[in-house]
């Protein structure tokens, strides 16, 4: 509906909250198809599902499916699309039935501002109002595609609980993690160079392209775990000028970190107390780019805050090592569109021998495998990870006096694998996960694998697939959901940790 503009019945927040959409790939090709089918002069329409996480930034939103139109939905005599009455009521019924969120998206001509009318001000007005009371509360989403010569622009708004928030990104993930800013939303990429003379990206430049280059500066990138592997990660994005990090760790550095950690220097060993992991990346990540926005939280990715900052980010590393922590990465790649990187290393050695130097990458995304297809979950080990010390404690005894009667102790504690992992690997793994990180960012290229894993110590390194299970998984199932798959997801926070985190430094804007 490309009319004159009126702003009157949809006045947008200007408190700098705003929302951020998810869509998949596939879907958005399928959706372009259908919006785009009358161009370049005529528009298109269609109900969709999406499910919503409130956050303290906005909302974050992910496409669902659409709710195509059926024969005579929509008026093919307009130019401009028109819902007819059995659609809408079909579309509102569905926001009381199916648990999820219910929008609008419509195509603008080809050329055309995708700024809404006077009409689509009328529309959004009357869906928001319906569909809220329907849903008994949801958010109702509404967005303007346009495509022409120049590319694709959109806009969006979203209507919740009184309130018209703006959308600012539209994310799609797939082979290419693609990024695209509102119309209608201020830029906020951090336009500058930092020397006169030659781009410290020059060589990346000549490789990748100045467009990846810039695609790189307009990132954000999660890094959870900052120690082995995330410090040199999270080193040398910052080297490729990626413009934003959310940094999470729980931990105290601690000095036996320091052979393998890139962000300490001399002096941190003599702090009392030690500064958090977190805080000494940031340093390292500002002494590499004093314009990088930083946001820093002490503590695990399943604290509610976190989540929240992460919803923020184009793209996740996972570099914790932790069972839970893959598990989460499975989930929030499958319920919020979230793709991440995961990375593992395992090391072992016999009397002064290095028998094992095994490095694991995986690609987390909604339309790959899960972490349980990909069969790298011992749930065992993640209840170990999940009690509290008093629990380990009793178990631990129980597993001794087991052990004193001649019974297995293993069914009573299973003791945790004491990680023997030195620098040089976890620097190779923290490294190549920067490298597919900026790989998937531009397109540039892909893990050769989903998953897989390698061993330096072995002939031709050693390298394995992980193919996924071919048993069944229902990981297919309510993708995009985001808050409303709440009850599906495979992993949460013990009630004994605190819901959040320690917020110590935001990098937001
Ligand atoms: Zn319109
Ligand atoms: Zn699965």
Known sequence: MALQSSITKVP??????????????????????????????????????????????GIALSYVGGLWPESSDLDRQSDIVEFSDDYNLRAFRSGSTSGVGVGVVHSHPSGYSTHPSALDDDMDDYFARELSSYTGGFPYCSLIFQRNDQGFSFSGRVYDRGEWLPVKTLFTTGEVLQRDHSELMPSDSTGYEWTDGESTTARLEALLGEPSALRLQGSCVGIIGCSGTGTPAGHLLARAKVGEF??????????????????????DLMSNP??????????????????????????????????????????????????????????????????SIDVGVDMDGDNGKVTTQLTQLTRYSPELPCAFCNGVIDTNEMAV?????????????????????GEKPDSYWRRQ?????????????????????????????????????????????????????????????????????????????PTHWAPRALLLSSGAV
Request: glycine share 6%.
């Open 274 to 339: 030690l500064d958090y992991k977190v805080e000494l990346l940031a340093r390292l990540i500002q002494s590499v780019n004093p314009h990088a926005r930083i946001t820093t939280l002490v503590g695990n990715a399943l604290q509610d805050n976190v989540l929240d900052e992460l919803l923020r980010c184009d793209l996740i590393l996972g570099c914790t090592d932790t069972v839970h922590g893959r598990v989460f990465l499975s989930d929030v790649a499958k319920h919020n569109l979230l793709p």
């Open 246 to 267: 959310v940094l999470v760790d729980p931990q105290r550095f601690a000095p036996s970190n320091h052979e393998r950690f890139h962000a300490s220097v001399y002096d």
């Open 385 to 405: 990870e999940f009690m509290t010390d008093e629990e380990k404690r009793l178990r631990e005894k129980a597993a001794l006096e087991a052990e004193a009667r």
């Open 417 to 493: 694998r004491q990680m023997h992992t030195v620098g040089y690997l976890t620097t190779t793994a923290g490294a190549m996960a920067a490298g597919y990180a900026e790989g998937w960012l531009t397109g540039a290229f892909a893990m050769p694998h989903a998953a897989f894993q390698f061993d330096l110590g072995q002939e031709r390194l050693g390298v394995v697939p992980t193919p996924p299970r071919q048993d069944y998984c229902i990981c297919g199932q309510r993708i995009g959901w985001a808050d409303q798959a709440q009850s599906y997801r495979n992993v949460a926070r």
């Open 12 to 57: 947008l927040v200007r408190d700098g909250r705003h929302v951020i959409v998810r869509i998949q790939y596939s879907d958005r090709k399928r959706l372009e198809k259908h919006l785009f089918q009358r161009y370049p002069d005529r528009e298109w329409g269609t109900f969709f599902h999406f499910g919503f996480r409130r956050t303290a930034w």
